[in-house]
């Protein structure tokens, strides 16, 4: 338990490393996965990654956001265990109700604040906004300072991915008909990431696996040029789609012939069950935003 007693919690959209949350006292709310059966499971709790790209090959399912009850039981548990306020940090609202839903539990919470942030973002970018509130509540940055500096912060939070396969993006609505059409056909493969409100949005394209990675490396890079000072990362892989030390390095190196300092250690993650749905089992994403410190 940090000194301030303020708790931090998330949902499993943001991919947050599970070893920092493990470390830090992290609670995460699992968004769930449907099927057509009727079976519902919890993202990451009862079902994993590999379990569900097995069953990718057979349905696509849906997903959806935490119930009331279970924010509630969440933000319940954290005052039994000692803390007396609490920072949700949640995947963007653009793509998400579970925002809109945390607000309306943490209202209904009677002397024990909670305040919301919107990451404005998904995967590991938004994972990245989640550990900037950890870190800041650790070093004693005061309760209401919080909002301001992470929204800010959010705010120049970028988010870039791409995937191999093209359905699971079009089922989501990620990408339009002519765009699937188009991809499919000529091995086009789409750039994501998020607009200032937190929608998904066409980034750049490239053609092929490959150049779609190297796609994704130099909208990063090209964003880190806008920051003035040094920058901290993230990427996430699937499962058995390893590219982590790959992007590192590209990374590294054109940051470094710009002259852009990486601030921190790269952060990797795996990609959650819930998010794989949407993005397919091939997905790749990479976070950046500025060194807040």
């Keep these: 338990m940090n000194e301030q007693r303020i708790a931090i919690l998330t949902d ?20 769930r996965i449907n099927f057509s059966d009727g079976t519902s499971y ?38 039994a265990d000692g803390y007396e306020r609490a920072v949700f940090v949640t995947v963007s609202a653009g793509l998400s109700a579970t925002n809109q839903t945390v607000h309306m539990v943490a209202d209904q919470m009677e002397g024990f604040p909670v305040l919301v942030i919107d990451t404005r973002s998904t995967g590991i970018a938004a994972g990245l906004v989640v550990m900037a509130a950890t870190q800041m509540v650790e070093e004693g940055v005061p309760f209401e300072h919080l909002e301001r500096r992470l ?3 959010a705010s120049q939070t970028r988010v870039y991915f791409s995937t191999k396969t093209l359905t699971y993006l079009r089922k989501g609505g990620r990408i339009s008909e002519a765009v699937y059409r188009l991809g499919s056909f000529l091995d086009i493969k789409p750039v994501i990431s998020c607009n200032k409100a937190g929608c998904c949005t066409l980034a750049g394209k490239a053609r092929g696996w490959e150049r779609s990675l190297d796609a994704q490396v130099n909208l990063a890079v090209k964003y880190a040029t806008t ?36 601030a921190a250690p790269i952060v990797r993650s795996d990609i959650s069950p819930d998010l794989l749905v949407h993005a397919g089992p091939d997905a790749v994403t990479i976070g950046i935003q500025p060194d807040w410190r």
């Design 12 to 31: 499993t959209g943001t991919n947050t490393p599970a070893d920092f949350m493990a470390a830090h006292d992290i609670r995460a709310v699992a968004l």
């Design 42 to 79: 919890r993202s990451g709790e009862d079902i994993s990654a590999q379990e569900l790209m097995v069953r990718l090959s057979h349905e696509i399912p849906s997903t959806s956001l935490p119930s009331p009850e279970q924010i509630r039981e969440a933000l319940e548990q954290a005052r």
């Design 151 to 153: 929204d800010a912060l």
């Design 227 to 262: 920051l003035r000072g040094s920058v901290r990362l993230a990427i996430g892989c699937s499962e058995g789609n390893d590219h982590f030390d790959e992007l590192e390095d590209k990374l590294r190196t054109q940051l470094a012939s710009k002259g852009i300092e990486v």
